[in-house]
Every structure is written in structure tokens, then in C-alpha cells.
């Protein structure tokens, strides 16, 4: 959690010196990395207060905990990324219609350091970005953020050794689209969560497969996988599955639900799953034997 403060910090106080030094040295591109980092900022405030709703425990209130507060805000997120991308295309369509000069040498050098701090929070993040889905979504804004430097750096230097100024408007369309795109990814993960979607890191049709290979099953139904964060371990899954004549009495039915269990656990690690065994008996009754 530390180590996502300090990257937030940096992140943040990065994002105001690119804006106030982008707009003394008349560089749209400059700018627009400013903004860029913005929603980099927003990402790491989002995975902090994750962190800090994971450690609330779940209530009488809210018996699925917090985690929905969490993936809202990631949805929030792609919104002001959206809103920061039509910004820079804005301000540029402006410049567009009025030149101006640019001082290439300060729009340079800021870049150098914002593409230094890029590298670092990059390198706080890259540990624990694997064990987290909204530490690796922050640390894909970093990487996006590091392509943009590398972008205005060019153009600086482009612009230093007489290029057009317009490259610099061009630019900031590029990283204009790098917001958007951003945006549209962390909008979409939000929204396939928060309408109850399987989680990106479950393949249902490979758990379906799985127990369905156990010889004592016929049949698996109702099958639903949902999530209340982006976190893993959140996911569950709840399921309903038909057993084959061979199987004679209740222990051996509540023995193959165990091992469906025992396989989700194990092999796919879901720690909830609510697992349902409908067994037929003749060809119009069915006793359910309910977890």
C-alpha cells in the first residue's frame, strides 16, 4: 500500500508540473500528457481505495462487503478519462486554428523527467500489478503514460530542430486517443463487473469442462459466475448438476459434490461456489439435495 501512496504522489504532482510547464512553453502534446497522468492518478486513488475496502468487512446491510464501491469508481474513471480525452481534442482543434510558438527546450526537459517518473512508479507498481486486477489496470495506464512521454520527447526535439509546430497538435490527438482507449478499457471491465459478467480471469467454459469430466455427472446447469469487485477471490460461482443412475444413495451424491467443490477449489481456486445436486429418480420426480 505504500509503495501505491508513493506512486499516486508522484503521479499526481507530476501531472501539475507537466500542465503548468506545457502551458508556458505553448505545448499542446505536453498538456495532454498532463492529463494523461490525471487519469493515471485517479487509477492509483481507485486501487487505494480498494485496498481499504477490502479490509471492511462485510455487514448485516451489506452481506457481499464493498467491493461494488470499488468497481463504480473504476467505472467513474473511464467516464473522467472519456471526458479528458475530448478536452485535448478540443484545445487542439484550437491551436490548430491559431499557431503559436514553442519552447522547445523547457517542453523537452519536463518530458525527460515526466518520463522518468513514469519509469519509476512503473517500477513500484510491476510487483504486485500480477496479484491485483486493479493494480495491473494502473499499472497499464503507466505503461500508456510512458508511450506518451517517449511521444512528446520526439516532438520536442522535432520542433527544436525546426519541425512544424503542428506536430505538436498532432501529438496531442495521439495522446488523446491513448486516453480514450484507456478509458474505453477501464469503462468496459467496470460495466461487464458491475452487470454481473464472469470475471476476465475465469474461463467458465474450461470449469463446465472440468466437472463435467467427473464419470458420476451427467449434466451441469444453471451455471452463473459473478463478481463483486475486480479483485480475485471475490468471484462465485453457483451451479446445478444432474447425477447418473450408477450413483445409489445420498452419501455418494454429497460425496460428488464435494469433489466438484474440492475441484473448484483447488484447481480453479474459487473460494464461494454454491453447488446444487438434482438426481432423478424416475422419469417425473427429482430430489434436490441442497448445500
Given amino acids: 500500500m505504500k509503495l501505491l501512496l508513493v506512486s499516486f504522489v508522484l503521479t499526481l504532482v507530476m501531472s501539475f508540473v507537466e500542465w503548468r510547464f506545457g502551458e508556458l512553453a505553448g505545448s499542446r502534446s505536453l498538456v495532454a500528457d498532463a492529463a494523461h497522468m490525471v487519469g493515471d492518478a485517479a487509477s492509483h486513488l481507485i486501487a487505494l481505495l480498494g485496498i481499504w475496502l477490502a479490509t471492511r468487512q462485510p455487514d448485516q446491510r451489506r452481506t457481499f462487503g464493498y467491493g461494488r464501491g470499488e468497481t463504480i469508481a473504476i467505472a467513474l474513471n473511464g467516464v473522467l478519462l472519456f471526458i479528458l480525452a475530448v478536452h485535448v481534442v478540443q484545445e487542439g482543434i484550437e491551436r490548430f486554428a491559431q499557431p503559436s510558438s514553442i519552447n522547445a527546450p523547457t517542453m523537452f526537459v519536463v518530458a525527460v523527467v515526466g518520463l522518468a517518473v513514469n519509469l519509476i512508479v512503473w517500477f513500484l507498481l510491476h510487483f504486485q500489478a500480477r496479484r491485483d486486477e486493479t493494480i495491473m489496470s494502473a499499472f497499464l495506464h503507466v505503461l500508456g503514460d510512458i508511450v506518451s512521454s517517449f511521444l512528446v520527447i520526439a516532438v520536442a526535439l522535432a520542433v527544436h530542430f525546426r519541425a512544424p509546430t503542428n506536430w505538436d497538435v498532432i501529438a496531442s490527438f495521439g495522446i488523446a486517443g491513448i486516453i480514450f482507449f484507456a478509458g474505453w478499457r477501464t469503462l468496459f471491465k467496470a460495466l461487464h463487473i458491475l452487470f454481473e459478467g464472469t470475471p476476465p480471469w475465469i474461463d467458465a ?87
Avoid at 444453471?222 to 463478481?227: G, L
Avoid at 480475485?232 to 455418494?252: C, I, M, P, Q
Fill in 205 to 291: 467454459a474450461e470449469v463446465r469442462t472440468a466437472i463435467e469430466a467427473i464419470p458420476e455427472i451427467e449434466d451441469v446447469h444453471e451455471f452463473h459466475f459473478f463478481s463483486t469487485s475486480l479483485r480475485r477471490g471475490d468471484e462465485t460461482v453457483t451451479l446445478h448438476f444432474t447425477l447418473s443412475r450408477s450413483v445409489a444413495s445420498l452419501e455418494e451424491a454429497l460425496a460428488v459434490k464435494e469433489r466438484v467443490k474440492e475441484i473448484l477449489f483447488r484447481r480453479f481456486g474459487i473460494i464461494h461456489s454454491t453447488v446444487e445436486v438434482d438426481r432423478e429418480i424416475n422419469h417425473r420426480d427429482e430430489e434436490t439435495i441442497h448445500e
